[in-house]
């Protein structure tokens, strides 16, 4: 009797025991697939949003160059660099700024009365054409339209009958000692940005397009090969022309945000489009942006893929929970033989569950292997989420916190490396007045708090201003505005973000209640940028006699009692809506030629 009623106990034990192992290792699956889930799907969205910034960057960085070209001509004529009117003059300036860039097909100076000379990419000798539109119409209001303007533009695509291409065109305004002499184009190929784009280092199953309005394709891997139906009055290819099922077919079907439970920043728009079929096996991801400032309407950018193809980690982590389940319901039925030595592991399991859900990635331990195939399988996928988490903050956290945001993109675009670029940017160059004296009465700690506190006051309003802090050295700030991020108002940027820091600073204290007046120069110039170092270091510099103009231009502050100076080159890039008083020409310091410099009164 006694042995049958332990053995009834011993039964009831292990049904007892199984059912709280079921119950506990149920719990702590559920947390760890819901935090998975949950994980995954920021991942997922990171991923997708990381294709189409690719597409996005590529059609920048192709494009770009023609705008830069025709702005960077325009300057050079205003500056007297060369006449436009001295044929031999304009053709060297015209070769010289296609050859420069390889994808831009015709540099071409239209002068005010329509007389165009261009240089066209040849494959013979022959570059430099001379043509007569005094009488088209379309190019007499196009002239007068940036007469009156004044700005750089984008304009609409072009077919040319003769070479039977369709260009995209980038156009802007010249004048000479104030008066109006005609404007520069800079052209690119359609063939070309279509051949660009296909060439993103992708997988084969993402297909990139650029789309202008709801029908209109400006750039699609199947028109690296020219479209047979194009016109002057229809340059670019429809939808239904396109050799892309999932493409004509992108409207025909509701849109979400979402690409299933994952959802996109704001900013991105995703859909499913059906391609034939009901069963979904025809289902393919389309996620899209819109694209300002490369004509009068936005583009689309955009990115299509088989929808198998997204998602990955959210069925890794489905397919975990399956394997967990499976492991439980082992768990339960040997319960009395292997409780003793499973449950060390799955509370190890739990509480790093616990530990990632209240304190994040960095301080959960990866878990060690079992000998156990099945929790050695939930460790592993437990470790490879977390991994995943550890990152996805990796990029944003420490990534962002070294470097703007965009420059972040781009470095993990290009693998860690931003291409050298010679562009004409803004420098912004500010000191901290009488810091010596300071440092010399505070011990090393406050000094650093109250250099910490500084930094971050204007390292945030230049941040805002769309500009990029290149140094910190000792209590001076080097920044630039249009490199490395593109900015066409780099010049009243960086005027804004200064008058911004003086009015920030103006009756605000640091550290123990010190008042730090600053000094800022601001130059503008051409300047080179790109990153330096080793394969193991690396930094992101900028080089020129322009940069070095901006210290010495802080400088002269002292002389003058004043705490903001510009140069007259940032001065004629600035907005107009900003007044400045004049200071005079000063000579500088290693420069053979004075400076004339200007005081800002208000924006």
Same mark, same amino acid.
Not at 82 to 93: T, V, Y
Not at 344 to 368: C, F, N, S
């Given at each position: 009797?006694?042995?049958?009623?332990?053995?009834? $106990?011993?039964?009831?034990?292990?049904?007892?025991?199984?059912?709280? =192992?079921?119950?506990?290792?149920?719990?702590?699956?559920?947390?760890?697939?819901?935090?998975?889930?949950?994980?995954? !799907?920021?991942?997922?969205?990171?991923?997708?949003?990381?294709?189409?910034?690719?597409?996005? &960057?590529?059609?920048?960085?192709?494009?770009?160059?023609?705008?830069?070209?025709? !702005?960077?001509?325009? !300057?050079?004529?205003?500056?007297?660099?060369?006449?436009?009117?001295?044929?031999?003059?304009?053709?060297?300036?015209?070769?010289?700024?296609?050859? /420069?860039?390889?994808?831009?097909?015709?540099?071409?100076?239209?002068?005010?009365?329509?007389?165009?000379?261009?240089?066209?990419?040849?494959?013979?000798?022959?570059?430099?054409?001379?043509?007569? #539109?005094?009488?088209?119409?379309?190019?007499?209001?196009?002239?007068?339209?940036?007469?009156?303007?004044?700005?750089?533009?984008?304009?609409?695509?072009?077919?040319?009958?003769?070479?039977?291409?369709?260009?995209?065109?980038?156009?802007?305004?010249?004048?000479?000692?104030?008066?109006?002499?005609?404007?520069?184009?800079?052209?690119?190929?359609?063939?070309?940005?279509?051949?660009?784009?296909?060439?993103?280092?992708?997988?084969?199953?993402?297909?990139?397009?650029?789309?202008?309005?709801?029908?209109?394709?400006?750039?699609?891997?199947?028109?690296?090969?020219? #479209?047979?139906?194009?016109?002057?009055?229809?340059?670019?290819?429809?939808?239904?022309?396109?050799?892309?099922? =999932?493409?004509?077919?992108?409207?025909?079907?509701?849109?979400?945000?979402?690409?299933?439970?994952?959802?996109?920043?704001?900013?991105?728009?995703?859909?499913? *489009?059906?391609?034939?079929?009901?069963?979904?096996?025809?289902?393919?991801?389309?996620?899209?942006?819109?694209?300002?400032?490369?004509?009068?309407?936005?583009?689309?950018? /955009?990115?299509?893929?088989?929808?198998?193809?997204?998602?990955?980690?959210?069925?890794?982590?489905?397919?975990?929970?399956?394997?967990?389940?499976?492991?439980?319901?082992?768990?339960?039925?040997?319960?009395?033989?292997?409780?003793?030595?499973?449950?060390?592991?799955?509370?190890?399991?739990?509480?790093?569950?616990?530990?990632? *859900?209240?304190? /994040?990635?960095?301080?959960?331990?990866?878990?060690?292997?079992?000998?156990?195939?099945?929790?050695?399988?939930? &460790?592993?996928?437990?470790?490879?989420?977390?991994?995943?988490?550890?990152?996805?903050?990796?990029?944003? %956290?420490?990534?962002?916190?070294?470097?703007?945001?965009?420059?972040?993109?781009?470095?993990?675009? %290009?693998?860690?490396?931003?291409?050298?670029?010679?562009?004409?940017?803004?420098?912004?160059?500010?000191?901290?007045?009488?810091?010596?004296?300071?440092?010399?009465?505070?011990?090393?700690?406050?000094?650093?708090?109250?250099?910490?506190?500084?930094?971050?006051?204007?390292?945030?309003?230049?941040?805002?201003?769309? /500009?990029?802090?290149?140094?910190?050295?000792?209590?001076?700030?080097?920044?630039?505005? &249009?490199?490395?991020?593109?900015?066409?108002?780099?010049?009243?940027?960086?005027?804004?973000?200064?008058?911004? $820091?003086?009015?920030?600073?103006?009756?605000?204290?640091?550290?123990?209640?010190?008042?730090?007046?600053?000094?800022?120069?601001?130059?503008?110039?051409?300047?080179?940028?790109?990153?330096?170092?080793?394969?193991?270091?690396?930094?992101?510099? =900028?080089?020129?006699?322009?940069?070095?103009?901006?210290?010495?231009?802080?400088?002269?502050?002292?002389?003058?009692? *004043?705490?903001?100076?510009?140069?007259?080159?940032?001065? !004629?890039?600035?907005?107009?809506?900003?007044?400045?008083?004049?200071?005079?020409?000063?000579?500088?310091?290693?420069?053979?030629?004075?400076?004339?410099?200007?005081? =800002?009164?208000?924006?």
């Amino acid at each position: 009797m006694l042995q049958r009623m332990k053995a009834s $106990i011993t039964t009831v034990l292990a049904v007892v025991f199984g059912v709280l =192992v079921l119950t506990v290792g149920g719990t702590i699956l559920q947390v760890g697939v819901r935090t998975g889930l949950e994980s995954a !799907e920021e991942l997922t969205a990171d991923k997708v949003v990381l294709i189409l910034d690719a597409v996005t &960057n590529r059609l920048r960085v192709h494009l770009a160059p023609a705008l830069q070209i025709t !702005e960077r001509l325009a !300057e050079l004529v205003s500056q007297g660099a060369f006449d436009p009117e001295n044929g031999a003059a304009l053709a060297i300036a015209l070769e010289s700024a296609r050859a /420069g860039s390889p994808q831009i097909r015709s540099v071409l100076f239209v002068d005010s009365s329509g007389q165009a000379t261009g240089s066209h990419a040849a494959t013979f000798g022959r570059t430099i054409q001379v043509d007569d #539109w005094s009488r088209r119409q379309d190019v007499l209001r196009v002239l007068e339209s940036l007469r009156q303007s004044g700005e750089s533009i984008w304009g609409p695509p072009v077919y040319v009958p003769e070479p039977d291409v369709v260009v995209l065109n980038a156009r802007a305004p010249a004048f000479r000692a104030g008066q109006f002499v005609g404007i520069f184009v800079a052209t690119v190929g359609v063939d070309q940005l279509s051949r660009h784009l296909a060439s993103l280092p992708a997988r084969a199953l993402e297909v990139p397009f650029v789309l202008s309005g709801r029908d209109e394709v400006v750039a699609h891997p199947s028109l690296v090969r020219p #479209w047979n139906g194009r016109s002057v009055d229809a340059p670019l290819a429809p939808l239904a022309a396109i050799e892309d099922p =999932v493409l004509r077919n992108l409207w025909h079907e509701p849109s979400t945000r979402g690409v299933g439970r994952v959802t996109l920043p704001p900013g991105n728009r995703s859909q499913i *489009t059906r391609v034939g079929g009901a069963d979904g096996e025809g289902d393919y991801v389309v996620v899209t942006r819109q694209e300002h400032g490369f004509g009068e309407s936005p583009w689309l950018v /955009g990115v299509h893929f088989p929808r198998e193809t997204i998602g990955g980690q959210l069925m890794d982590v489905v397919k975990a929970a399956i394997i967990g389940l499976i492991v439980l319901l082992a768990a339960a039925v040997g319960a009395v033989v292997i409780a003793a030595r499973v449950s060390k592991p799955i509370r190890r399991l739990a509480d790093a569950a616990t530990h990632l *859900t209240e304190e /994040g990635p960095e301080g959960v331990e990866i878990l060690p292997n079992s000998r156990f195939v099945e929790v050695n399988a939930a &460790n592993a996928a437990f470790n490879h989420m977390v991994e995943g988490l550890r990152e996805r903050e990796l990029i944003r %956290d420490l990534f962002g916190r070294f470097v703007p945001e965009e420059v972040a993109r781009s470095l993990v675009a %290009d693998r860690g490396n931003l291409a050298p670029r010679t562009v004409v940017a803004t420098v912004f160059f500010s000191d901290i007045a009488g810091f010596s004296t300071l440092a010399e009465d505070l011990e090393p700690e406050p000094l650093i708090k109250l250099l910490n506190e500084y930094f971050e006051l204007l390292g945030n309003i230049i941040g805002k201003h769309h /500009g990029a802090i290149q140094q910190f050295q000792g209590d001076a700030i080097l920044a630039t505005f &249009n490199l490395p991020i593109p900015d066409r108002h780099h010049a009243s940027n960086a005027i804004r973000a200064a008058l911004a $820091i003086q009015r920030a600073l103006a009756g605000r204290t640091f550290g123990d209640g010190r008042a730090l007046p600053t000094r800022i120069g601001i130059n503008t110039g051409t300047m080179v940028g790109g990153t330096v170092g080793s394969d193991r270091r690396k930094g992101y510099t =900028v080089h020129g006699d322009d940069v070095n103009l901006a210290a010495r231009i802080e400088e002269l502050n002292k002389q003058y009692g *004043t705490s903001l100076l510009v140069s007259e080159t940032t001065v !004629e890039q600035a907005d107009p809506s900003i007044r400045f008083e004049a200071i005079g020409e000063v000579p500088i310091r290693g420069r053979s030629r004075p400076a004339r410099l200007y005081g =800002v009164l208000s924006d």
